[in-house]
């Protein structure tokens, strides 16, 4: 099976602009959470969706946004950039009510 | 989600086993522990995890002790490639607040030694 894919890779942005990233989970998997990592804040929760609901959320600014789609994949957007947003963006989808995660590599996006 | 309690770093000889610990003394009855590692550059990647009886897959050995408060990650023949940051996480299975979502700590970085 093909493992869980995030596109762009790399991503770099100018402040105030938005930028929307994209996830396509294992094949089967209707489970995809959303996790930003930056070196002070260490991994954190964005936020997760199921069956294209939101079903749980972090503790994120409206920025933050998210969707997914019928086929499973997901999207992730964040609107007016600031420099704090620089971070590498990871996703995990997993099967059914399962916390066993499978990540992708993750976007890694620089805000300038 | 209980809080877990890590060692920052350790490190290990290649070739031997590798007992990474974890304290959870506020771990509720039906929370369980996950471990995941993460290697620099990549996403994280799950490992093992359990509820109350200990488990053993291809990659590890999770001991629980019996009161739940504490556990361990063996890996029991350690290789350069395993040198990573180990996250242990506890966390109820699914439903609620619980839904896909993950609270990582700040972990141990594991440094395996030639």
């Known amino acids: 099976k093909a493992g869980v894919t995030q596109t762009p890779r790399y991503l770099i942005k100018t402040r105030g602009q938005q930028v929307t990233l994209s996830c396509s989970p294992i094949s089967g998997h209707r489970s995809v959470s959303w996790y930003q990592q930056t070196p002070g804040q260490g991994l954190q929760f964005l936020f997760e969706y199921f069956s294209e609901t939101q079903r749980n959320k972090g503790n994120f600014p409206g920025r933050f946004s998210g969707r997914q789609f019928s086929n499973s994949r997901s999207e992730m957007n964040v609107s007016t950039l600031e420099l704090g947003d620089s971070a590498l963006y990871l996703c995990a989808s997993s099967a059914w009510d399962s916390n066993e995660q499978f990540f992708g590599p993750g976007t890694r996006l620089t805000v300038l | 989600d209980a809080k877990t309690t890590q060692p920052p770093s350790m490190d290990c000889a290649e070739g031997r086993a590798a007992n990474l610990p974890c304290n959870h003394s506020t771990i509720s009855g039906n929370e369980y522990v996950y471990w995941y590692r993460q290697i620099h550059s990549q996403g994280p990647q799950y490992i093992i995890h359990?509820?109350?009886n200990n488990e053993t897959n291809e990659m590890a050995s999770l001991i629980i002790t019996e009161d739940r408060k504490s556990s361990t990650l063996i890996l029991p023949h350690a290789t350069l490639r395993d040198t990573a940051v180990y996250y242990c996480i506890v966390t109820f299975n699914a439903g609620g607040t619980s839904y896909g979502k993950l609270t990582f700590g700040q972990g141990t970085i594991l440094t395996v030694h030639p």
């Open positions: 359990g509820l109350k």
